[in-house]
């Protein structure tokens, strides 16, 4: 074999047994983002805000002393808290 020849052979591709496999497509997350209309921020009777995820509510009622302005929540893995909003809008909000 001449110089040239086993210069190209040392060069030469690899034979190739078909297409190339499709690129990779890139990993998700495997957390997703909550939707948007999921998470809603509420005040309590106090005045602190705090962050509420439907899924995480377990169940609602009217306050006694005053259930036009304010809704009882019971959360999981929680205590119930107190939030300034009328129980009607509450519901509306859990159940859609």
């Given at each position: 074999m001449?110089?040239?020849?086993?210069?190209?052979?040392?060069?030469?591709l690899p034979a190739s047994n078909g297409p190339a496999a499709p690129p990779a497509e890139p990993?998700?997350?495997a957390k997703q983002r909550p939707k948007a209309n999921d998470v809603r921020e509420f005040q309590m009777l106090d005045g602190?805000?705090?962050a509420l995820h439907r899924s995480v509510?377990?169940?609602?009622?009217?306050?006694?002393?005053e259930p036009d302005t304010a809704t009882i929540v019971g959360l999981r893995n929680a205590r119930a808290?107190?939030?300034?909003?009328?129980y009607t809008s509450f519901m509306a909000w859990w159940r859609a």
């Amino acid at each position: 074999m001449t110089v040239m020849k086993q210069e190209r052979a040392r060069l030469a591709l690899p034979a190739s047994n078909g297409p190339a496999a499709p690129p990779a497509e890139p990993k998700q997350e495997a957390k997703q983002r909550p939707k948007a209309n999921d998470v809603r921020e509420f005040q309590m009777l106090d005045g602190r805000v705090i962050a509420l995820h439907r899924s995480v509510v377990t169940f609602a009622v009217a306050e006694r002393n005053e259930p036009d302005t304010a809704t009882i929540v019971g959360l999981r893995n929680a205590r119930a808290v107190p939030i300034r909003l009328n129980y009607t809008s509450f519901m509306a909000w859990w159940r859609a």
